[in-house]
């Protein structure tokens, strides 16, 4: 049964607003007026054709591309505190001879200690508690430039719920994961918001997962088409016509 979220207005952390916002890099408009909410406890999946302007609407409320509009984290009116927010970026390249170990990894981003020292014995507490979040104890001391695509996403996804974020922004998280990753990755996902009562936000190509998981469906191009629940937008004209789809939905 698909998780409920928070119903009734948000007055939480774990909110998104988005309203009226725009983004032009150099001369080019590459997103006008986008309006959208997310609620407490929701999985938002924000699909469109490449070159849509995705990313940089992540980038864009991750603070990391100006905009033009309101970006906010509470209903209007009322106060929220500063959200924190985990982030996924698309899965990196790593070179498979490269020695660095998940470890290694969680040493250079959450520890002073050089990573040539090793973990010390409270570090090394934490990147197992942090591992066990994804089901993944067993890849501590794997090399990152071995892990399977699913594999690496666990790790990423690892490090962005430490220290507990109260959104969860995901760019492409089911790339490079085969089939039976996917599912297992979408039910962890799914299992860590209700765990920890967390808003998702993510991208993806990959619409075979949607009308099991997601609460909503954004759909863009450069603008928002159409957003609503997975079967209205799948099936929709405006999804039909983005994707050059002659009948049907992918």
Same mark, same amino acid.
């Given at each position: 049964? %698909?998780?409920s979220p928070h119903k009734g207005p948000c007055g939480h952390s774990c909110c998104l607003r988005v309203e009226n916002v725009s983004v032009k890099i150099g001369a080019d408009r590459i997103l006008q007026d986008m309006n959208l909410h997310v609620h407490c406890g929701e999985m938002v999946a924000l699909i469109g054709p490449n070159g849509a302007g995705k990313s940089t609407f992540l980038k864009a409320i991750l603070g990391q591309q100006e905009y033009e509009g309101i970006i906010a984290f509470s209903e209007p009116g009322k106060r929220s505190k500063k959200p924190r927010i985990g982030y996924v970026p698309q899965s990196p390249a790593f070179d498979p001879s490269d020695p660095?170990?998940?470890s290694d990894l969680f040493a250079c981003c959450m520890s002073k200690r050089p990573a040539f020292l090793g973990l010390g014995k409270s570090m090394e507490d934490l990147v197992q508690e942090? #591992? *066990? %979040?994804?089901?993944? +104890? *067993?890849? =501590?001391h794997k090399r990152v430039g071995t892990l399977s695509g699913g594999e690496l996403q666990r790790v990423l996804l690892a490090l962005a719920l430490e220290p507990m974020p109260n959104i969860? &922004? #995901?760019d492409e998280p089911l790339s490079g994961v085969d089939i039976e990753g996917m599912t297992n990755l979408m039910d962890m996902l799914d299992e860590i918001r209700q765990t920890y009562d967390l808003s998702i936000l993510m991208t993806t190509h990959d619409f075979s997962m949607l009308? %099991?998981?997601?609460?909503?469906?954004? #759909? =863009?191009?450069?603008? &928002? #088409? &159409? /957003?609503? /629940?997975? +079967?209205?937008v799948l099936n929709s004209e405006a999804f039909r016509t983005a994707f050059h789809l002659k009948g049907g939905r992918a």
């Open positions: 049964m %698909r998780f660095v170990s998940v942090c #591992l *066990e %979040r994804v089901h993944g +104890e *067993e890849l =501590i969860l &922004i #995901l009308d %099991r998981y997601a609460d909503q469906v954004v #759909l =863009i191009d450069h603008g &928002i #088409l &159409i /957003k609503g /629940k997975p +079967e209205t």
